[in-house]
């Protein structure tokens, strides 16, 4: 009996199989088939659904997140210098080092945002910040300065007197 071999190349594979990465599971056996194999299914079941990008977040829900970072100790106050102006600012450098929304163990997020623009080039805006139970308040304004960006004219802190010094 003479039996006939296929000759190969090396790296390649034989009629009728397929070649498997030796670094996943099921490496060395042949590749099923059948009714419920994988290599029966279609690519559509075995590649993740692509999902639309995700929009930017508005604005002043970026500019919240920012600000909460320098008021929670994340930040320093002086990463928020190009987007707040005068008293403002001034207020900012003297809250920062309070860090009215630092919180032990839970770190704070941006719970809800939302917004009130009573001309065009001017938003009046509100954060609810979260910390586990804990939920406090803050709120600030941005207006469209000549340059045509966006600056913080204004804060609030939920009934703290911002820049007011301690004990009036």
């Known amino acids: 009996m003479h039996s006939t071999q296929t000759q190969t190349r ?10 498997r990465d030796p670094r996943t599971p099921g490496a060395g056996r042949p590749a099923a088939t059948g009714p ?9 079941t075995r590649t993740p659904a692509l999902r639309p990008p995700r929009a930017p ?18 930040r ?30 839970m770190r704070p997020v941006v719970r809800k945002c939302g917004s ?6 001017v938003i009046e805006a509100f954060a609810m910040i979260g910390a586990g139970p804990q939920l406090r308040a803050m709120a600030f304004r941005l207006e469209m300065h000549a ?7 204004a804060v609030d802190l939920g009934g703290e007197r911002v820049g007011a010094p301690a004990g009036v």
């Open 10 to 19: 090396p790296g390649t594979t034989r009629p009728g199989t397929t070649r």
């Open 36 to 44: 419920h194999s994988t290599a029966t299914r279609t690519t559509a």
């Open 57 to 74: 977040a508005p604005l002043h829900h970026q500019f919240a997140v920012r600000l909460l970072a320098v008021l929670s100790g994340e």
């Open 76 to 105: 320093p106050a002086i990463s928020m210098l190009n987007q707040m102006i005068g008293e403002a600012y001034d207020q900012l450098v003297l809250l920062a080092p309070r860090t009215p929304f630092r919180t032990r163990g």
């Open 116 to 121: 009130f623009q009573p001309r065009p080039d």
């Open 147 to 153: 340059d045509q960006r966006w600056r913080c004219t």
